[in-house]
């Protein structure tokens, strides 16, 4: 009898044993999960931010939108991107897009962004509202613009897509006169009541 009920007890510390042991394993495999799609989102995050300084940033006139390759950024027209682009690999991202810390009208590095990712992030750009400027010259040619980021992280299964809405303006000459609109990034545009930077964002995945 005292065999018998050592065995018992044996046999019931085993299995409160291996149930830790699963539940231990599981517990680690959750937070390692978590952790790669933080690291994908602030690798998104990251892209995002570079994309969105560099276009609210650059001289010139507005860059054409295109549905075909164009020299330079290309800007997609509305309509012109899938619906669910979230899904597509990293080559649809690289073909379409550009990676994050090479302006894509120079193809000059001006800096590295990874976000500790094995793959740089990749950005993207789209027009999907246009407000044309007034004829006696009292605003300027408005455009909002819909800028997506993908971010990786230290596997090929952490993935983040996040987006967001712009807006800026460009004057008809291209001048690089400081608009004051209380922005925290500089926005070329020759009126003070342009307006400039970040309207909305979400994640999509």
């Not at 969105?52 to 940033?57: A, C, G, K, M, P």
């Not at 295109?66 to 027209?77: I, P, S």
């Not at 750009?125 to 009292?138: K, L, R, Y």
């Amino acid at each position: 009898m005292v065999l018998l009920l050592c065995l018992i007890f044996l046999t019931a510390l085993t299995l409160l044993g291996l149930s830790a042991s699963a539940e231990a394993i599981l517990q680690n495999q959750l937070a390692a999960n978590l952790q790669e799609t933080e690291r994908a989102k602030q690798s998104a995050l990251a892209a995002l931010n570079w994309a969105e300084s560099w276009l609210l940033t650059i001289d010139g006139s507005a860059p054409e939108n295109c549905t075909t390759d164009c020299a330079g950024l290309k800007v997609h027209a509305p309509g012109d991107l899938p619906v669910n682009l979230e899904t597509e690999d990293l080559p649809w991202w690289l073909e379409h897009g550009y990676e994050a810390g090479i302006d894509p009208l120079s193809g000059e590095r001006l800096s590295v962004i990874t976000g500790s990712s094995i793959v740089p992030p990749v950005w993207l750009i789209e027009v999907v509202h246009e407000v044309p400027p007034a004829d006696d010259g009292s605003t300027d040619l408005q455009i909002w613009y819909r800028i997506l980021a993908r971010g990786n992280g230290r596997t090929d299964t952490g993935i983040s897509v996040v987006e967001s809405i712009v807006v800026r303006s460009w004057s008809d000459d291209g001048s690089n006169a400081q608009a004051e609109t209380g922005s925290a990034i500089p926005c070329p545009g020759s009126m003070p009541s342009a307006q400039c930077g970040r309207v909305a964002w979400r994640e999509l995945r």
